[in-house]
């Protein structure tokens, strides 16, 4: 991955222990019925091995079904560590009886955790269980082992990472935000593809919980915010009008981009044997900031669901019911949200090889 330490900054969360927490209970809240239908999907498909693409926090993950019923979890963001924080605060529950590890319930937990000892001092921790409850409840004894596997990366398989690492030298060498935008536009069109360190057709179950949704703001937000730096917010509002239509046309490209990249991805990494799913949710709707009960449709999300047809067929089956439409608060925003199970299309077949003549 390109490195670039004011965008790896600027992905950082600078949040302290209590916004953090309380930010990651509001999540937990919101995402509750993507973790009902992901946690469907794990006992309908009883799959192997499951990749989640944009794990973030794991705000949006059935945790205790994933390690139970599944034998190897894949854990990707770009946000390093964001998993293992997710994670530490995730493995301990108050019971009525004292504590829960999430990690002591699962007879080879020492597949998640190197200090499980298989011997339980209480009912639900085992005998190494050390509770912390500052900044947040957990074990203090809980040392990450082979499962889950954290992967830091781009889940779009480098194009957001790349355009951002570019942009820090591009908009400071620019006379002009217009030129800004147009050199922006290009690097756009010419960025490399990558793919994550995940290997082709080995993965049973992917998921991308309003993964998507954010393409629409990161990293065009990063790109705005060098631009505003650069050139200062009064000179760019002035020529506003005529730089608005080189805005659209950067935010629709990049989007449309880091869309193909993911969904490429997703299908990449998923098996093709008929068996595969991939649960993929994206923000259709969002509600006006002055007002709860008027909402806009989403940018573009038209042509994310065109690329979404190119590589998957979609379930509409019971599984989803009458969910594949869901509303979702998170703080102040609301939005309506679209949940499919998606199904691999087969893979092409390669044209036969048609060697010179002898």
């Excluded at 990063?222 to 009064?234: P, S, V």
């Excluded at 046309?249 to 998923?270: K, N």
Aim: proline content about 5%; charged content about 25%.
């Amino acid at each position: 991955m390109d490195k670039s330490s004011f965008w790896n900054l600027y992905l950082s969360d600078p949040a302290d222990d209590v916004r953090l927490d309380e930010g990651l209970a509001q999540c937990r809240k919101a995402f509750a019925e993507h973790r009902s239908i992901i946690s469907q999907m794990i006992g309908r498909f009883h799959p192997h091995a499951v990749a989640v693409l944009g794990a973030g926090y794991l705000s949006d993950l059935p945790l205790s079904d994933l390690f139970a019923l599944t034998d190897k979890l894949y854990l990707v963001d770009w946000i390093e560590g964001a998993g293992k924080i997710g994670l530490s605060r995730s493995i301990v529950n108050r019971t009525d009886n004292g504590f829960n590890c999430l990690f002591c319930k699962v007879c080879t937990g020492h597949r998640y955790c190197r200090n499980f000892t298989g011997e339980f001092q209480k009912e639900g921790v085992c005998s190494a269980f050390e509770l912390i409850e500052q900044p947040a409840v957990t074990c203090g004894k809980y040392e990450p082992a082979d499962n889950p596997v954290f992967v830091r990366g781009d889940v779009t398989a480098g194009v957001a990472s790349r355009f951002a690492a570019a942009m820090e030298k591009l908009v400071a060498a620019c006379l002009t935000p217009k030129d800004a935008f147009i050199k922006a536009i290009k690097c756009v069109d010419n960025i490399k593809r990558g793919t994550l360190p995940l290997a082709d057709s080995s993965i049973d179950l992917a998921t991308s919980s309003m993964v998507v949704s954010q393409f629409d703001a990161e990293p065009y937000a990063f790109f705005a915010l060098l631009l505003k730096e650069r050139f200062g917010q009064a000179e760019i509002m002035k020529h506003e009008a005529k730089l608005r239509p080189l805005m659209e046309q950067l935010r629709t490209r990049l989007f449309v981009m880091q869309v193909e990249t993911h969904i490429r991805e997703l299908y990449r990494i998923l098996k093709k044997d008929g068996g595969s799913r991939a649960y993929l949710a994206m923000e259709l709707f969002r509600a006006y900031p002055e007002g709860r009960s008027e909402y806009f449709l989403v940018q573009d999300i038209a042509k994310a669901l065109e690329v979404v047809d190119k590589y998957f067929s979609f379930q509409l089956d019971d599984l989803l019911g009458g969910r594949i439409l869901s509303k979702m608060e998170l703080g102040d925003g609301i939005s309506v949200n679209q949940n499919y199970v998606l199904i691999p299309k087969p893979a092409p077949a390669r044209p036969p090889h048609i060697g010179c003549p002898h």
